[in-house]
């Protein structure tokens, strides 16, 4: 380790967890630990239960992998297997964290395994018999184990429930409590949640024993008032992220923009990628020399620059009078994060643009922000391929009504008075506008389409600790929270909605129109009862008008949906 890559340490080092853990912290480029990790890392080594209010995007899944792992190293090699269960609402999210809990534990000894329907229950019966220290799964798919006993949760240290109130959302509290009832009583308990309805604290009341509460979810920012900037997110997926970040510095055309990343590898890489495209890109991050700093922020100080790549670390306290843009490549953990890095534009009255990407999940943490902030992050759609070939062709123009205006144009008069005896002068202008064009194109390169992010996953958004009804889906726009066939007719804004859980989603090819097929044909129903759908990957969750929610209920028992048999219950 560096002299640096020490400081960078540092303060995980003071939370005290094992030298290992640090250095992968140190390596992935993690620089300071986020607020949540701050505030359940030392409770959690010290083996106390938690129960923790907060989003994805927070560091969450950190905040209880890495003390998981300190404490599972402490039993030693001949641990029980597994010791560690970690259960998650969904398929995707089984991965994520599994690849998380290995990502973190890769210098500790130590195996993990997602569990989640749809992959073949043999193969995971004998990962589960060759033995894994941490199993990461659906409350399905733990219990179908559980029952043929192919997955022993008696020896059991940890149990982790990530996202409790998606779990609820879902049907899965009785598979819940029945899992639990499998464990050691004598076992640490962490239960994640956004929202605190109090199903959530009923499991808690009886399965948490003497729990810390955190709560990251609702912090206030108060420190002044933040700036009055013009600030707009985009949805995207991870995938798409750099190719949605170019599109939108070609659009927006910074005159000198700061962009955010959470950890120093991101920096790097970013500022790399950008710099091979063609931007005067430069990486700025803890990791670097206090005057190789120095020369970066001169370069953009000058003009020599026109992004900077940082971290939140390397860019505080930095003031740049120039800086039109603050690029959020990531949502940032925390709401003061965001009111440090908006803080760099939009100084002394001067106009500031705020733009932010992202990934849908990390949907709520801009809410968050919104209600922290108490200012509005308008959600846009990305500039398409036309919206972007439409800003180029307005810089043209805006570069010639500049030359027109102010330069001194004779110089070229005979070029225009030769080509004028032969062309009409409209054609004359209209080449000479072609010739700007060209060479007002930095990049030049013709940009692929971005595709709009797959829907999110079944969760009405909710505000922290409130049990507000679902928030409505903003007409189908990117990142909403759920989705229907388009063209639909909606049901009135203030018709009284239930919400059906239907057993059927992705995994059986479910689409939205699917749902709204068997609706109307089982019930007789028009297509306007039927309000948001979100297809999730087992089931499914659709809002109907109220009046004809037992109806559809009825009608649907037993009828058939892509073929698989439906069942509907009121969610
Ligand atoms: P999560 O809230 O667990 O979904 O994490 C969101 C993202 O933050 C993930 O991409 C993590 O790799 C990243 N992350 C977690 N902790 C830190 C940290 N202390 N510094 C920088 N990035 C982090």
Not at 111 to 130: D, E, H, K, T
């Amino acid at each position: 380790m560096t002299e640096s890559d020490r400081a960078a340490g540092d303060e995980f080092v003071a939370l005290g967890l094992d030298p290992r853990l640090i250095e992968t912290l140190v390596a992935l480029g993690y620089e300071e630990p986020t607020p949540i990790q701050r505030a359940t890392i030392p409770p959690l080594l010290a083996g106390r239960d938690l129960m923790g209010q907060a989003a994805t995007g927070t560091g969450k899944t950190a905040a209880f992998a890495l003390p998981l792992l300190h404490r599972l190293d402490l039993l030693g090699p001949s641990r029980p297997r597994p010791s560690a269960l970690i259960l998650v609402p969904t398929r995707e999210l089984a991965v994520q964290v599994a690849e998380a809990v290995h990502r973190y534990g890769r210098l500790l000894q130590g195996s993990v395994l997602p569990l989640y329907g749809g992959q073949s229950f043999g193969q995971q019966a004998r990962a589960l018999a060759r033995g894994m220290d941490v199993v990461v799964a659906t409350p399905g798919r733990a219990l179908d184990h559980l029952r043929r006993a192919t997955l022993d949760l008696s020896g059991l240290s940890v149990v982790v429930l990530d996202e409790a109130d998606e779990m609820l959302d879902m049907g899965f509290a009785e598979d819940i409590q029945t899992i639990l009832a499998a464990t050691p009583t004598a076992r640490q308990t962490m239960l994640f949640s956004v929202s605190l309805p109090p199903p959530i604290k009923a499991i808690a009341k009886r399965h948490l024993n003497d729990p810390v509460e955190i709560k990251v979810a609702r912090e206030h920012v108060t420190p002044g008032a933040p700036p009055r900037v013009r600030q707009t997110a985009y949805i995207v997926d991870r995938a798409h992220k750099q190719a949605a970040l170019g599109r939108l510095l070609d659009v927006e055309d910074p005159s000198a923009a700061l962009v955010f990343c959470r950890t120093r590898v991101e920096v790097d890489e970013l500022a790399e990628t950008l710099a091979a495209r063609g931007y005067r890109a430069e990486a700025l991050h803890g990791g670097m020399a206090q005057d190789e700093r120095e020369r970066v922020m001169g370069r953009l100080r000058a003009g020599a620059a026109d992004l900077v790549i940082a971290t939140d670390v390397a860019a505080r306290g930095l003031d740049i009078e120039q800086l039109s843009h603050v690029f959020n490549y990531d949502v940032p953990s925390n709401p003061e994060a965001y009111v440090h890095r908006i803080g760099r534009v939009g100084r002394a009255g001067r106009a500031g643009i705020v733009v932010t990407l992202a990934e849908p999940r990390e949907h709520r943490l801009l809410r968050n922000i919104e209600q922290s902030t108490q200012q509005k992050i308008r959600i846009d759609r990305l500039p398409t391929i036309s919206d972007l070939r439409a800003k180029r062709l307005e810089l043209t123009r805006a570069a010639i009504h500049d030359l027109l205006v102010e330069d001194d144009l004779e110089e070229v008069r005979v070029v225009v008075e030769s080509l004028a005896s032969e062309f009409d002068l409209m054609q004359v202008a209209l080449a000479a506008a072609k010739l700007a064009h060209r060479a007002e194109n930095r990049t030049g390169e013709e940009a692929e389409e971005i595709p709009a992010p797959a829907p999110e996953r079944p969760r009405p958004y909710r505000a922290p600790g409130t049990r507000g009804a679902p928030v409505r889906r903003p007409g189908g726009g990117a990142g909403g929270a759920g989705e229907r066939p388009r063209g639909g007719r909606r049901p009135p804004a203030d018709a009284a909605m239930t919400r059906l859980v239907v057993n059927v989603g992705r995994r059986a090819g479910v689409r939205p129109q699917d749902l709204v097929g068997a609706i109307t044909g089982e019930a007789g129903v028009p297509g306007n009862v039927v309000g948001a759908i979100d297809i999730g990957d087992e089931s499914s969750i659709v809002e109907v008008v109220e009046e004809v929610a037992a109806r559809v209920v009825r009608a649907l028992r037993g009828a058939r949906i892509k073929g698989a048999r439906v069942a509907v219950r009121p969610a």
